[in-house]
T-cell receptor, first 112, second 113 residues
Framework: LAKTTQPISMDSYEGQEVNITCSHN???????ITWYQQFPSQGPRFIIQ???TKVTNEVASLFIPADRKSSTLSLPRVSLSDTAVYYC?????????????FGSGTRLQVQP | EAGVVQSPRYKIIEKKQPVAFWCNPI?????LYWYLQNLGQGPELLIR????????DSQLPKDRFSAERLKGVDSTLKIQPAELGDSAVYLC???????????FGPGTRLTVL
């Protein structure tokens, strides 16, 4: 199955900007790139979605280069409550069919 | 607005026993997903429904897993017989369509002894 890769973990301090990158070489032509946040014992929660260039909402920004083979989630001024696991989700082409694929997740630890 | 509802939240069974999970999606959401999530890993899609039709079940182990979504609303995922390696969290999600954001339920944590 085609891989969607992310760094395993990241550390940050309160108030800093955090950027998490996801690589998805085989993204399907018409697919969006979506990022989710997950806390322990909960289901993932939607953060942001984009198709190309840059998307910004009240909690994050998403940067997507022209070739769409990667994407970067940017969290401005993180707080302790942003400590969680972050996943990218894309549709990738695998043996001719579209397969919805989550990344392996990036565990973000925010310290005071 | 109620979110995605799953039951039970926790289930402990012995291997070779059957088990079933239930999911009620958000009203009006045509697409329903079942995922499996192992500890420390991302969710893995088991099956995706568009209304009552299973449009992607390529990762569903069909020898022991089955699912249904009667009337295109709630859904049931069944394992029979369960194996030790089936211990995981089973997540249900729904969305307006397969390109929109997914809303996840809290999951069912299955432990097979």
């Amino acid at each position: 199955l085609a891989k969607t890769t992310q760094p395993i973990s990241m550390d940050s301090y309160e108030g800093q900007e955090v950027n998490i990158t996801c690589s998805h070489n085989n993204i399907a032509t018409n697919d969006y790139i979506t990022w989710y946040q997950q806390f322990p014992s909960q289901g993932p929660r939607f953060i942001i979605q984009g198709y190309k260039t840059k998307v910004t909402n009240e909690v994050a920004s998403l940067f997507i280069p022209a070739d769409r083979k990667s994407s970067t989630l940017s969290l401005p001024r993180v707080s302790l409550s942003d400590t969680a696991v972050y996943y990218c989700l894309v549709g990738v082409m695998d043996t001719g069919r579209r397969a919805l694929t989550f990344g392996s997740g990036t565990r973000l630890q925010v310290q005071p | 607005e109620a979110g995605v509802v799953q039951s039970p939240r926790y289930k402990i069974i012995e291997k070779k026993q059957p088990v079933a999970f239930w999911c009620n999606p958000i009203s009006g959401h045509n697409t329903l997903y079942w995922y499996l999530q192992n500890l420390g890993q991302g969710p893995e899609l088991l099956i995706r429904y568009e209304n009552e039709e299973a449009v992607d079940d390529s990762q569903l182990p069909k020898d022991r897993f089955s699912a249904e979504r009667l009337k295109g609303v709630d859904s049931t995922l069944k394992i029979q017989p369960a194996e030790l390696g089936d211990s995981a969290v089973y997540l249900c999600a729904s969305s307006l369509d397969s390109y929109n954001e997914q809303f996840f339920g809290p999951g069912t944590r299955l432990t097979v002894l």
